[in-house]
Structures are given as C-alpha cells and as structure tokens.
C-alpha cells in the first residue's frame, strides 16, 4: 500500500453525550408556546361571542312570545276505510248525476256517459279562428284583392 492509502490524521471524537439543558430549554418553550396559543384562542373566542351577542335581537318583551310552541298534531284519519267509502260515494254522485252549476249563465254538470253521447251526436264546437297577430303576412286572398 501506498501513502496516500492512509489517512493523514485521526478522525475527530464524537461527543456521544446528551445535552439535556438544550432538550428541556425545547421542551419549555413549545409548552409556552402551546400555552400562549391556547390564551389567545380563549380570548378571540370570548370577543367573537360578545360580538354575536350584540348583534341578536334583544327577545320580544311579550312572555307568551318567549315560550317554546308545541309542535302541532299529526291529523290521522279515525276510520280511513269508512272515509273512503264516503268519498268514492260522493264521487260516483257527481259523475252520475245532474246538477247546476249556475244557475244564471246556464251551465249544468250532466252524467259522463251523457256527455258522451252528447258529444258523438252533435261533435266538438270549433273554436273561433285566431286573430291576425302583428308582423306576420297576410293571407292570399287578402293580398291579391288589393
């Protein structure tokens, strides 16, 4: 082997001792830290309070507007077989009878089968034909009398 294989010197010591006045020092301050972290959380949270608080609005002065409202009752049917038995009724008298509707312009409610057999004798009215909007062309025979 050749000199320069070799080290020139020795390698440094290492200090293989713990410094415990650097790791409690550590310690301290981020347990100060935690502890000033968590005082100003308190405070922002007591002004954030006080804020809401002032910004409510003062409860009415009535009493009786103060009190909780009970909640409302559902409306359940006693009987539910029975009312529909009364509505199917009430149902099939309206579409087999006859009846005014008013009196004054004349209008009757008839039976449904009666209608349609009114219907297939006589057929629909026809509507009346829509007037003439604005800025449409005018039909053909209008335009070749002029």
């Known amino acids: 082997m ?14 293989s001792e713990i410094h415990v006045k650097g790791i409690f020092g550590a310690i301290a301050g981020l347990a100060l830290l935690v502890a000033l972290s968590f005082a100003a959380m308190i405070a922002f949270s007591k002004v954030l309070k006080s804020q809401s608080i002032a910004r ?22 006693a009987d539910p077989t029975a009312d529909m038995v009364k509505f199917a009724k009430e149902e099939e008298a309206a579409l087999t009878s006859y009846a005014w509707v008013d009196r004054a312009a004349g ?10 057999e009114i219907v297939a004798e006589r057929g629909l009215p026809v509507p009346p034909p829509l007037p003439d909007t604005p800025g449409q062309a005018q039909s053909a025979p209008a335009a070749a009398s002029k």
């Not at 409510?56 to 009970?70: K, T, W």
């Not at 209008?107 to 349609?116: F, S």
């Open 107 to 116: 209008v009757v409610q008839i039976p449904v089968d009666r209608a349609l």
């Open 56 to 77: 409510d609005p003062a409860p009415l002065p009535v009493a009786e507007a103060n009190q909780p409202r009970p909640r409302p009752r559902a409306a359940l049917q």
């Open 2 to 15: 050749t000199d320069h294989d070799r080290p020139q010197h020795e390698p440094a010591e290492f200090d």
